[in-house]
């Protein structure tokens, strides 16, 4: 147990930018998780826990989960509660935060089963989406989510605080482009969600597994040769007067249709 | 038109004031809704628009929306895009921004149809989380939604933004306790939202007509003694080993599951 007093000590700095860029996380192949149970889910799933940085108050007021993370992680530090700030993403931070190594979660991904059944999102841009939406993923069961890379950063703190831990529970795989993806697995029955009335309704459908339903960006929906790669389209009727729903609410609904 | 220089100015003091303050909204009865299409579906809705602030670029840009506007509001102010900034909610503004009267949208619930199906909300508190239930119960053409007055505000510029203008066009009513509400309504078939194994389904529920269902707190669920007027608990049935839903997630499964 060591304790850090200054903000310019090199494992705050790195933390620091863990939070903040996307790219250094890239590089560095480290990511940040932030709050007790957001923590224990890391260590509970195995992630490897690089550095786990703990306020005096919060080490004894969780003690137990203390304990198990700083004996399971490479590092600990105990830190002040403004210095816990610096590297927080949160107003009323909890006084827990781990550095974790990258997942690899893209076992699920190797051999296609029959029952399999997931989702892939196409240029998705707002990580409270797609926070939400790995969490009602992991909920309803979902055999794997795939992202094209040009979606934002699924180590970003708001996606890992936003999924509540199914980050570490959800096999999920980034690939350079949805159409490739769905080239390479000829198996897979895909639906293009989309908004279009000559579409298939979602109430419609039977949807047949292995399958894959596409969900595109907020504003722009899927790109034309998701579209095109994809065997059928699907869409959720309305009846009011909105145009469109929420990304994660239309994925919600797609999904929760899919797996009920 | 009149130009506005100076931050000191009582327009701009006041709309930084409604962007800011809850409890200044309540007091003086007024909202701010920004962007170009939220303040056209403001005008398109009737609302009444008492203050218009336009940036020179935007009034050329948005010149036909523009000219509408600044007929319609009570009065206009062209300014400065620095100026414009520090009324505006967003990081990238269009450089539309209107202060509204708050809406009176509760004549639906004076009398209550056969068809009506009503969403209620329980001390509700994300402002993200409500401007997209609004956003998709006007979707999926819910009647009305009710909310206790211990919800977030539904007049911060999140909710107004988050709804994507459905403020304006669904009707709601803010009552003490929604509690209160089911006693003096005793008409409504009403339906708690609860996380449990021994509610009913709500795959296996026919939604009875008029009917509301009650959503609660993020972290909390619904109150006991909302739980308790109700005549019906539902469950949204979960396979993974999530825990529960985003609140959003629920309301939009319920409001698709009752609606479709």
Chains 1, 2 share one sequence.
Do not use: H
Request: glycine content about 4%.
């Amino acid at each position: 147990m060591l304790f850090l007093k200054s903000k310019d000590n090199i494992n705050i700095k790195n933390a620091v930018k863990l939070k903040k860029s996307a790219k250094y996380r890239r590089e560095t192949g480290y990511f940040t998780a932030e709050g007790v149970r957001l923590c224990m889910d890391a260590l509970y799933s195995n992630a490897v826990i690089d550095t786990f940085f703990v306020t005096e108050n919060a080490l004894k007021k969780y003690s137990c989960e203390y304990n198990k993370l700083s004996e399971y992680a490479d590092k600990t530090f105990v830190v002040s509660p403004s210095l816990f700030l610096s590297i927080s993403d949160t107003d009323t931070p909890q006084g827990f935060l781990c550095i974790i190594k990258v997942l690899d979660k893209t076992s699920q991904f190797d051999t296609i089963k029959n029952s399999d059944k997931f989702l892939a999102l196409d240029n998705l841009q707002d990580p409270n989406n797609l926070g939400t939406i790995l969490r009602t993923a992991e909920a309803f069961n979902i055999s794997g989510v795939i992202l094209s890379k040009d979606c934002c950063d699924i180590y970003s703190p708001k996606v890992v605080r936003g999924s509540m831990g199914a980050i570490f529970r959800l096999p999920f795989l980034i690939c350079d482009t949805l159409s490739d993806f769905l080239t390479n697995n000829p198996r897979l029955t895909s639906y293009a969600a989309v908004v279009s009335p000559d579409a298939d309704k979602v109430t419609d459908i039977d949807f047949i597994s292995p399958c894959v339903v596409a969900v595109g960006n907020e504003g722009n929906g899927l790109k034309s040769d998701t579209i095109e790669k994809c065997s059928n389209c699907v869409t959720i009727p309305m009846k009011g007067r909105a145009e469109s729903l929420n990304a994660s609410i239309a994925a919600s609904i797609l999904i929760w249709e899919m797996m009920k």
